[in-house]
């Protein structure tokens, strides 16, 4: 839908819209799955709304379920680093070939910092208290 928000295009709006539309029942539909896995486990803990749901979540799951949470993490923490360096190629192609200026660049550029500066911090944090929290 992002592709189709060119000032040119005449159903620009039409387009923002479902964009708009696209994320909020995506949300729904999260929230939605949540509350069925919490009637069919009343262990599990947390608000989808609250801030501190993804807190509340964790600390209602068993160890296996942890282990599950964090094998899926590892994973695609080492896809996220194995896909950044890609993009930012594909994006250095486009300023060359297509002049799509400097924009794509520096965003997946902070992308890739965000996201291991992140993972720098808590891995950091987590060595210091020992087994982590």
Request: with cysteine; charged share 20%; hydrophobic share 50%.
């Amino acid at each position: 839908f992002g592709l189709a928000a060119d000032g040119d295009n005449p159903k620009m709006l039409l387009s923002v819209a479902l964009f708009l539309a696209s994320c909020a029942s995506s949300m729904l539909l999260e929230g939605v799955v949540v509350r069925q896995v919490q009637r069919a486990d009343p262990m599990k803990k947390g608000e989808v709304g609250s801030l501190r749901f993804n807190r509340e979540w964790l600390e209602s799951c068993d160890e296996a379920e942890r282990l599950g949470i964090y094998k899926a993490s590892w994973k695609s923490f080492q896809v996220l680093n194995a896909f950044c360096p890609l993009m930012e190629a594909v994006a250095l192609l486009g300023k060359m070939m297509f002049d799509t200026g400097n924009f794509p660049i520096i965003l997946v550029t902070i992308l890739w910092a965000v996201h291991t500066g992140v993972y720098c911090w808590y891995s950091a944090l987590f060595d210091r208290r020992g087994a982590g929290e």
